[in-house]
């Protein structure tokens, strides 16, 4: 069964967070280096992508994980994936490697799970973050026209990251975490040049980031600016994610479900970090912020972001099946 077949039918629910995951094995910087990577000139402790070729079972495990607590798409282990974002580590030449090896780790634990359970098929979503540059702003506040990087920069840089997400067998492309439209812009023609080069229809998803209480994306966009600066292409979804939790999410996410006649999809944090950049919020008073979300009507994919684990995978699953997913509205 298609996605796109799948999200008709029911509300589907993405994973957690990949990081909060892996935190709990404390790997180590010789862990994280392997054998292949012993001699690696600079600290590869951190690089979360890089685990897929030293410790693949870990991610693997991870995935099983969010599988087994109902999750039906997990998202690869991708999230700075690109030459640019890479280049802390001096890895750049690895990208393809680790995006393709990534997807496929993803996309053996998915077949595996819907082969167990084809009445209940699994996805792979894969991650493309933002990158750790911004094409709309100066980094230096001196120098307000200066830019760090530019979009044919991030142009080439996603476009090689998609086709190895593609290679490595993903069912659907997620852009997330955007704090520039600008970014995801880049990101989104490189998707489209890699579908027409391909004769492909990969369906897409977009996920914002509202930064704070003003409503607005880091560089600057209300949600219906944002909205209005993606929909040129067709996407199968757009929502929010990160920075914010489900309570504070909520309102911002009623006004992009009134506007967009995508489906929509939402994976807020476990709350608001504390002093320690920890979070606190238990699965239970995650489940009952969410179940406001499903009563509303307000979504059509829910997960978690930082700090969620399988526990609130759970639970959000457990309470997303009682509820129908958010109406299309189409436009006549």
């Known amino acids: 069964m298609e ?11 993405l994973d957690g967070a990949m990081g909060t995951m892996l935190q709990r094995y404390n790997f180590t910087e010789e862990d994280f280096r392997g054998e292949r990577f012993k001699n690696h000139p600079s600290s590869l402790k951190g690089n979360n992508d890089l685990l897929s070729l030293t410790q693949p079972k870990a991610i693997a495990e991870v995935h099983r994980k969010y599988f087994e607590a109902g999750a039906d798409i997990i998202e690869t282990n991708t999230f700075s994936g690109t030459t640019i974002a890479m280049a802390d580590y001096n890895m750049e030449d690895l990208v393809y490697e680790l995006n393709y090896e990534s997807a496929r780790i993803a996309r ?3 077949t595996e799970f819907t082969n167990s359970n084809p009445e209940k098929p699994r996805f792979v979503a894969g991650s493309i973050g933002p990158t750790n540059k911004t094409a709309s702003m100066s980094p230096d506040v001196n120098r307000p026209e200066y830019r760090a990087i530019t979009f044919e920069e ?3 840089a996603y476009k090689q990251q998609v086709e190895a997400l593609v290679d490595g067998g993903v069912d659907v492309l997620l852009v997330e975490t955007i704090f520039d439209t600008l970014n995801a812009k880049a990101a989104l023609f490189a998707i489209e040049e890699v579908k027409e080069a391909r004769q492909i229809d990969i369906p897409i998803m977009v996920s914002g980031t509202i930064t704070d209480a003003s409503g607005r ?3 600057g966009q209300t949600v219906e600016a ?3 600066s993606i929909s040129h292409i067709p996407l199968l979804s757009v929502g929010f994610n990160c920075a914010l939790g489900a309570e504070q999410l909520k309102p911002y996410m009623q006004r992009l479900s009134q506007e967009t006649e995508f489906y929509t999809s939402a994976h807020p944090n476990a709350g608001l970090p504390n002093a320690f950049g920890e979070y606190d919020q238990t699965p239970k008073q995650m489940q009952a912020l969410i179940e406001d979300y499903l009563k509303d009507e307000l979504v059509n994919i829910i997960g978690g972001c930082c700090g969620t684990n399988p526990m609130h995978i759970k639970a959000i699953a457990d309470i ?4 129908q997913p958010r109406k299309i509205k189409v436009s006549g």
């Open 3 to 13: 996605i796109i077949e799948a999200i008709g039918k029911r509300i589907l629910v």
């Open 108 to 110: 053996y634990v998915a």
């Open 154 to 156: 991030l142009r080439v």
């Open 217 to 219: 994306t880091l560089s």
């Open 226 to 228: 944002f909205l209005t």
């Open 320 to 323: 997303a099946q009682n509820y």
